[in-house]
């Protein structure tokens, strides 16, 4: 096991509702990154934090925020949930300056109906 | 244009068969290079890193063309525990933060 936790396991919510999750990174870790996940593709990046900011961001509008808690955890936010939200979405635990020690957590999975 | 480009398979093959996977990137930029492994409803795995001179970890061989901009996972004798999605992974310009490609579903037969 990696030591990256995430929670809720599963979630359901109602379009046009908020949601956060919550992700637990591995100890000595700095650095977490949020991916989405849709049925059949490959992860997408959503954003990272590093020393509690935002530190890099790919082609998610807005209403996907986050944050990052001294002791290196994180929260992703999402507003005014879309049907398209619907996805497994992962946190990824790493030290900054390390790609090759990035570790997935097991994800959580959002249905939006 | 995706970031990464990946044959979505499926890919079946019996026991003990060399089955090839390959992508291409497109941000010259990019410095590392990796292959991930996902069982199905499972996260993501670091099967191994792409070196330019190439590297190997067991029946698993890894190797980077930067001219061209292409990456290839080579498993050799596949067994049934192969069955998977493999991942092709570039990183973005720095940072830790990956582009992922839809990744290429293996099933291993008896």
């Known amino acids: 096991e990696t030591g990256v936790t995430q929670s809720p396991t599963h979630l359901i919510k109602t379009r046009g509702q908020q949601v956060t999750l919550r992700c637990s990174s591995q100890s000595g870790h700095n650095t977490v990154s949020w991916y989405q996940q849709a049925l059949g593709q490959g992860p997408q990046f959503i954003f990272q934090y590093y020393r509690e900011e935002e530190n890099g961001r790919g082609n998610f509008p807005p209403r996907f925020s986050g944050l990052q808690f001294p002791n290196y955890s994180s929260e992703l936010n999402v507003n005014a949930l879309e049907l398209d939200d619907s996805a497994l979405y992962l946190c990824?635990?790493?030290?900054?300056?390390?790609?090759?020690?990035?570790?997935f957590g097991p994800g959580t999975r959002l249905t939006v109906t | 244009r995706k970031e990464v480009e990946q044959d979505p398979g499926p890919f079946n093959v019996p026991e003990g068969a060399t089955v090839a996977f390959n992508c291409t990137y497109s941000?010259?930029?990019?410095?590392?290079f990796f292959w991930y492994r996902q069982d199905c409803r499972k996260e993501p795995k670091l099967l191994m890193s792409?070196?330019?001179s190439g590297n190997e970890d067991g029946r698993f061989t890894a190797q980077l063309n930067r001219a061209s901009q292409y990456i290839s996972l080579l498993i050799r004798d596949s067994k049934l525990s192969d069955s998977a999605t493999y991942l092709c992974v570039v990183e973005r310009e720095f940072g830790n933060q990956f582009y992922f490609g839809t990744g290429t579903s293996l099933t291993v037969i008896p």
């Open positions: 941000n010259s930029a990019s410095q590392s």
């Open positions: 990824a635990s790493s030290l900054w300056g390390s790609p090759y020690e990035q570790y």
């Open positions: 792409v070196y330019s």
